[in-house]
């Protein structure tokens, strides 16, 4: 008898997350899709509309919500987490507050850490997998996105340790490290007000309409764009091995070697011209 598969999915209100949410119950597994905020919005509902589907609250910065989420997922074990909530924090780091930098470093490092500590008991129960959404961005660094950087290098960095930690225990672990993907991602950055007293205050400002022109995205294609996304996460998923990371799109992996291959002063001036041009 074939036991159905079960997976938690953080951050499932829209993007990457739904589409993850939606494919894998597709595919026959049972999802348990967690979302910030109340259950009772329109995102909870389309998402509790899917056949296979669990609905629950969880924001990754609040203790009693992770413990509750370990509590649901009880003694049966868990298949495969992925750590998938987090956002975008932008702006010159001279002028972000402390508050901007420590809800950061909360929801896409050390809440997602913190879950994974807490689930690995039921992962290694199923021998099962971690799959770590980082980014692009955690293996290069881009200005104005120095804390969204931080935190993906440090998922990153995490996913590489993970791995080697739980090998002997069945676990497998991948940081998958998408580019690009026009999902409305742009649009939801958290930054700072810059005053026009600052040195960064032009470049900046075009750097952010830049990215903020990057965010209007039509539903129809967010969604076509993140269910590829979902079919090849879904693929490494039920891989027999992962490895042990995953880059999703071509400019990640240009990116990747371009920053592996280039000297080191051209790679440099290549990303100071993109940020002049405020494409960076």
């Keep these: 008898m074939t036991t159905t598969k079960t997976v938690l999915i953080t ?81 010159p780091v001279e ?3 402390d508050g901007q930098i420590r809800r950061q470093i909360a929801a896409n490092l050390e809440g997602p850490i913190l879950l994974t500590r807490d689930l690995l ?11 770590n959404i980082s980014s692009l961005l955690g293996f290069v660094g881009t ?14 960095g995490f996913s590489e340790a993970l791995r080697f930690e ?19 991602f742009n649009r939801r950055l958290d930054h700072p007000v810059l005053t026009p007293d600052l040195p960064y205050h032009s470049l900046f400002g075009r750097a952010l309409a830049h990215r903020e022109s990057r965010g209007a995205v039509a539903p129809d294609r967010a969604a076509a764009v993140s269910d590829r ?3 090849r996460l879904l693929r490494l998923a039920e891989a027999r091995r992962m490895p042990a990371k995953l880059r999703l799109g071509r400019d990640a992996t240009v990116l990747f070697w371009a920053r592996r291959l280039l000297p080191e002063g051209l790679f440099d001036r290549l990303m100071i011209y993109a940020t002049g041009r405020g494409a960076a």
């Design 11 to 91: 951050g499932c209100s829209s993007g990457f997350g739904f589409a993850f949410a939606r494919r894998f119950a597709e595919a026959g597994w049972s999802v348990w899709a967690t979302l910030r905020g109340p259950l009772d919005r329109p995102e909870a509902a389309a998402l509790a509309a899917i056949p296979g589907v669990t609905v629950l609250a969880l924001d990754v910065t609040v203790a009693a919500e992770r413990a509750a989420v370990v509590a649901a997922i009880g003694p049966g074990g868990l298949d495969c987490l992925i750590n998938n909530a987090g956002y975008g924090l932008t702006g």
């Design 95 to 97: 002028a972000l507050e």
């Design 166 to 184: 739980l090998a002997p225990h069945g676990v497998q672990v991948c940081a998958v490290e998408p580019g690009r993907h026009d999902t409305g």
């Design 229 to 231: 996304a979902a079919r």
């Design 121 to 131: 008991p039921a992962l290694r129960r199923r021998r099962g997998r971690v799959i």
């Design 143 to 156: 200005p104005f996105m120095a804390l969204y950087c931080a935190t993906k290098h440090g998922m990153s």
